[in-house]
């Protein structure tokens, strides 16, 4: 089955212990992209990724890393949380790997993060 | 970054009736899209219509596009209760960049039984 997949679905952590959440997709998709959905403020990008090892910053990259060692892995990491990061995290993934030409991007369930 | 705006924010009808959201955005674009979020989860893509369309239906769905005033529409006829969910728009920007889709903040659809 075609499906973007993440990991863990829910994390509970304290203030300063570096995570990662994992994003996998098995559509041989080129570009991918996380981002963090907050009340009121609809779905914000964090960092995306048009191929291999070409990453780059969306509207709110800053306190996250990521990497894009593989087509089909782009975790997201943070060195140091805060709770001003308890948020839900989408990962999407698109056919395309043109940022400027995006069509359809398939989604994860997400992954429910709050830092203590 | 030319993030769309939908309206209105929220939306309560009777099931039976038909549903319109309408979304606003800024700057030139490719493509306009639409999802569906359940609570919680992950969005779903519906439909996109590009920048030289102006009318596009899925099913129950039908979308306009007016790029001359930079707005959008969404209708869903004859909702059922499992049409509640938010909805979004999204847009594709134009003339290349870096800003990939923009989303807005959503429509909150609520369907009465």
């Given at each position: 089955?075609?499906?973007?997949?993440?990991?863990?679905?829910?994390?509970?952590?304290?203030?300063?212990?570096?995570?990662?959440?994992t994003?996998?997709?098995?559509?041989?998709?080129?570009?991918?992209?996380?981002?963090?959905?907050?009340?009121?403020?609809?779905?914000?990008?964090?960092?995306?990724?048009?191929?291999?090892?070409?990453?780059?910053?969306?509207?709110?990259?800053?306190?996250?890393?990521?990497?894009?060692?593989?087509?089909?892995?782009?975790?997201?990491?943070?060195?140091?949380?805060?709770?001003?990061?308890?948020?839900?995290?989408?990962?999407?993934?698109?056919?395309?790997?043109?940022?400027?030409?995006?069509?359809?991007?398939?989604?994860?369930?997400?992954?429910?993060?709050?830092?203590? | 970054?030319?993030?769309?705006e939908?309206?209105?924010q929220?939306?309560?009808?009777?099931?039976?009736?038909?549903?319109?959201?309408?979304c606003?955005?800024?700057?030139?674009?490719?493509?306009?899209?639409?999802?569906?979020?359940?609570?919680?989860?992950?969005?779903?893509?519906?439909?996109?219509?590009?920048?030289?369309?102006?009318e596009?239906?899925?099913?129950?769905?039908?979308?306009?596009?007016?790029?001359?005033?930079?707005?959008?529409?969404?209708?869903?006829?004859?909702?059922?209760a499992?049409?509640?969910?938010?909805?979004?728009?999204?847009?594709?920007?134009?003339?290349?960049?870096?800003?990939g889709?923009?989303?807005?903040?959503?429509?909150?659809?609520?369907?009465?039984?």
């Amino acid at each position: 089955e075609a499906q973007v997949t993440q990991n863990p679905r829910y994390l509970i952590t304290v203030t300063g212990k570096k995570l990662t959440v994992t994003c996998s997709q098995n559509m041989n998709h080129e570009y991918m992209s996380w981002y963090r959905q907050d009340p009121g403020l609809g779905l914000r990008q964090i960092y995306y990724s048009m191929n291999v090892e070409v990453t780059d910053k969306g509207d709110v990259p800053e306190g996250y890393k990521v990497s894009r060692k593989e087509k089909r892995n782009f975790p997201l990491i943070l060195e140091s949380p805060s709770p001003n990061q308890t948020s839900l995290y989408f990962c999407a993934s698109s056919p395309n790997g043109d940022p400027g030409h995006q069509e359809t991007q398939y989604f994860g369930p997400g992954t429910r993060l709050l830092v203590l | 970054s030319q993030q769309g705006e939908e309206d209105p924010q929220a939306l309560s009808i009777q099931e039976g009736e038909n549903a319109t959201m309408n979304c606003s955005y800024k700057t030139s674009i490719n493509n306009l899209q639409w999802y569906r979020q359940n609570s919680g989860r992950g969005l779903v893509h519906l439909i996109l219509i590009r920048s030289n369309e102006r009318e596009k239906h899925s099913g129950r769905l039908r979308v306009t596009l007016d790029t001359s005033k930079k707005s959008s529409s969404l209708l869903i006829t004859a909702s059922r209760a499992a049409d509640t969910a938010s909805y979004f728009c999204a847009t594709g920007a134009s003339g290349g960049g870096a800003d990939g889709l923009t989303f807005g903040k959503g429509t909150h659809l609520i369907i009465q039984p």
